[in-house]
């Protein structure tokens, strides 16, 4: 097997750096509190990250993963979600065990980091402050940095653009079929965490090009890609 030394590497937020479960599901519930419905909890909530805060909040409306809610009660729930989320977002959530060891490791080793993630920039910031892990990145893509969000392919491509390395030279860490369909796309190298937000799914199903359970893992699997 011939040795892959990446470019760059691209790192998920959500369920690949930090477990935010905690406080999208408080302010999925006090949301869902304030127009009167009754609140979600965490352990389905943990089903419904991944596609932006947008989609978070219409999955808590309608208490599922697919369909859509009524366009009027979206559009009353949305302001109060971000309100919520603008003072809520770093609160409750916590680096996985294993990340800051595992990404000084890539820092250690000489590799260039960035982070892409479907939170918007509002969001993401804050949290990556807060938790901190920002000084990893050179830079952050976010939900709204560009156009289209995960699993679109434009993101990523963005990024290596950004960095000046060709996409086939470039590896993500995510956690989500979101993240295997954009690395796919991107004809980036992917390789994904256990542990993650896949909507209840095992991750293995998407066939990432290696699964892990910690990013102390890296050591591991990184250079052993084909």
Known sequence: MSKFKPGFILCDLDGTL????????????????????????????????????????????????????DAALLAKALPIFKELYLHNNAQRSCVYEGVTEGLTWLLDQGYRLACVTNKAEAFTMPLLRDKRLLDYFEFVVSGDTCAEKKPSPMPLLYAAEKMGVSPENALMIGDSISDVKAARAANFHIICMSYGYNHGKDIRQANPDVVIDSMIELSNHIERLK
């Open 18 to 69: 930090i477990d935010s479960v905690p406080d999208l599901a408080y302010c999925g519930d006090e949301m869902m509190k304030a127009l009167g419905l009754p609140p979600r909890g965490q352990e389905a909530s943990r089903h419904w990250v991944g596609n932006g805060v947008e989609r978070f909040c219409e999955r808590t409306l309608i208490n599922s993963v697919d369909g859509h809610a």
